[in-house]
T-cell receptor, first 118, second 113 residues
Framework: ETGVTQTPRHLVMGMTNKKSLKCEQH?????MYWYKQSAKKPLELMFV???????ENNSVPSRFSPECPNSSHLFLHLHTLQPEDSALYLC?????????????????FGQGTRLTVV | AQSVTQPDIHITVSEGASLELRCNYS??????LFWYVQSPGQGLQLLLK??????LVQGIKGFEAEFKRSQSSFNLRKPSVHWSDAAEYFC???????????FGTGTSLTVIP
């Protein structure tokens, strides 16, 4: 248990559906992240939020829409996805936006949501 | 550009045998290096990290890693593998600007009795 909880754990959706992924942390962290993990590819950083403000968006298609209503919750809204969007979506959090690379800093990951687009 | 290479996609070892997982990085400045483990159905858990100082870093679960600047490597080792070590292992390098990790593609470890 890392302190970062993602729901649902598994999701199957059609290409015309709208769904949302949820991430929750009660670690007192100020920064939260969405990563995409596809088979045989490095983890891809999708979005970074700091104090509910989106600070980074790595050229992610608009069919992925993040929302951070407060520092403890992060959502990823999904709309008209493609089969190639099937992947494990990981949420992470860290103490601060600009990770100070000292010995006490690290990112904590959730268990992920396994998304299948059919 | 920063990048991480894990040359071994899959490794199989016998329980009790020693283990070494390879990681090579490309980064222009002083790297901050990490090893994460992902058990089936789980998220990523930090095993160990290197920022500076002693190049041999001790982590959790009996793992250690050695930073070798001349070889741009940060290999993960364990002297005696346990069946519960079967998992996916990810090496990552942290940029000292902003807040990005750059992950490798991972090495899948199978442990046989």
């Amino acid at each position: 248990e890392t302190g970062v909880t993602q729901t649902p754990r598994h999701l199957v959706m059609g290409m015309t559906n709208k769904k949302s992924l949820k991430c929750e942390q009660h670690l007192g962290h100020n920064a939260m992240y969405w990563y995409k993990q596809s088979a045989k590819k490095p983890l891809e950083l999708m979005f970074v939020y700091s104090l509910e403000e989106r600070v980074e968006n790595n050229s992610v298609p608009s069919r992925f829409s993040p929302e951070c209503p407060n520092s403890s919750h992060l959502f990823l809204h999904l709309h008209t996805l493609q089969p190639e969007d099937s992947a494990l979506y990981l949420c992470a959090s860290s103490q601060d936006r600009y990770i100070v690379w000292d010995r006490e800093t690290e990112a904590f990951f959730g268990q992920g949501t396994r998304l299948t687009v059919v | 550009a920063q990048s991480v290479t894990q040359p071994d996609i899959h490794i199989t070892v016998s329980e009790g045998a020693s283990l070494e997982l390879r990681c090579n990085y490309s980064y222009g400045a002083t790297p901050y290096l990490f090893w994460y483990v992902q058990s089936p159905g789980q998220g990523l858990q930090l095993l160990l990290k290197y920022f500076s100082g002693d190049t041999l870093v001790q982590g959790i679960k009996g793992f250690e890693a050695e930073f070798k600047r001349s070889q741009s490597s940060f290999n993960l080792r364990k002297p005696s593998v346990h069946w519960s070590d079967a998992a996916e292992y990810f090496c990552a390098v942290g940029a000292n600007t902003g807040n990005q990790f750059y992950f490798g593609t991972g090495t899948s470890l199978t442990v046989i009795p």
